[in-house]
């Protein structure tokens, strides 16, 4: 394909996917020359229509070898996402679209607006369909595990380029309206077709968008207009149940507000959500509890590897009244005997991730019980993913995770290949310096299973799903056994 040939069927892919009406074209056309170094163009049509993927890859080419961009992949990401913002619609054009469609269902509006960031290339589907998925059957349901892949690794060249780079405060971070249509840097994504919304929550301003990196289907991200640190309190509550109602059809929720247990954003306040059922969404309530003066809200502890207390009513001032005394409870909460602690040396520890939605007509908040102690033997945090698991994932466990879909690091799809030939060839790995982390495990799965080439990929998947299963477990602040039970319902019987 020649680069004449690239922009026609750029300009084509635009008109067809509605970035542009045809109307646009020339003007489109003219506003993409420049960004490659072209200063004429014929219209030359393809002798088959490409994909997205290589015209880009096309144009890209072609700046590189006129030199306008540097060959690695985080600056070919600056200069794509500039070419395919020039045919994005302008952010008034699209709330306006968003809303029209609104008017109609919120399900229409979602659609067209999930639709305009894929088609727009903000969600690179291309990159996203190489991550790595599948479902365990566990104790507690179908848990989601992932590989993330999508997320391109930076080259030297860039690193060196934004270590010298002087710290910017603009955009304050990477949720912040301010990245709408920015052009980004080496040490900071380009977002020229990046298009946000805005909305209403709790009475206060803020936007929704969907993730880049969607981990489930139509991920999105709300976000507070301000940058304003997280906080879990009644009003978040609120906001969460405000965007339930706006989109019936969309979870949301929110991570803790304290580092370990929280997302890796805590200065923004923001929440996540889409259209997607986890399976702690389906996971059933396994001991009902009642809470004085609630009898309007059916509440209980569910069925799942972590700490939950589910709430459930129409209406949703009750569920935040109930759940803020729940809340307040659990901060100054300590039971020595369960290794519960609300402060050390001045430090607080306890926090909830909350989550609502919307199922007929009947709302739910679902609150985790979160605590980030740390001690001298789990430096990384008591509930967290201990040492034994590390060779799996050693990260932070946060909102998605919590509710049952593992996002494991990109590394584990080269190890699993190599640990696969290892255990099929009999090979030890207890000297090898990438595999020997995977040792004891691989041990484990020898003496469990009769391996061979044509059950290995099933065993090693199904069993790092269970290993995601038991690092939940490790997470949940009371422990899945009687004496856990007990001290579970003991925190509940002591909420006034």
Known sequence: MTVYEAVTALADYAVEEKLISERDRVFAVNSILPLIG?????????????????????LLDYACEKGLCENSVVYRDLLDTRIMGALTPRPSEVEKAFFEKYAESPVKATEYYYNLSRKSDYIREYRIKNDMKWVTKTQYGDIDITINLSKPEKDPKAIAAAGKMKASGYPKCQLCAENEGYSGRVNHPARQNHRIISIKVNGEDWFFQYSPYVYYNEHCIVLNSSHTPMVINRAAFNKLFDFVKLFPHYFVGSNADLPIVGGSILSHEHFQGGNYTFAMAKAPIEKYV??????????????????????????????????????????????????IYAVTDGVNHNAITPIARCIEGVYELDLVLRNNITTEEYPDGYYHPH?????IKKENIG??????????????????????????????????????????????LKGKYEINAGNIDEIIRDEIGIVFAAILEQCGVFSRDDEGREQFLRFIAQVK
């Open 290 to 339: 009642e809470f004085a003066g609630y009898d309007d809200v059916e509440a209980g502890i569910v069925k799942w590897p972590m700490s939950v207390i589910r709430l459930r009513g129409k209406d949703t001032v009750r569920i935040t009244e109930l759940a803020e005394k729940i809340l307040n409870s659990w901060r100054g909460y300590t039971d020595e005997q369960a290794f």
């Open 399 to 444: 909102l998605i995770e919590v509710m049952g879909l593992a996002v494991l690091p990109s590394r584990l799809k080269k190890e699993m290949e190599s640990l696969k030939a290892a255990i099929l060839e009999g090979r030890d790995i207890r000297n090898d310096e990438v595999l020997a982390k995977h040792a004891d495990w691989a041990d484990m």
């Open 387 to 391: 040492p034994e698991y590390h060779h």
């Open 38 to 58: 072209l200063d004429d163009y014929e219209a030359e049509k393809p002798a088959e229509k490409p994909d997205l993927e290589s015209i880009l890859r096309t």
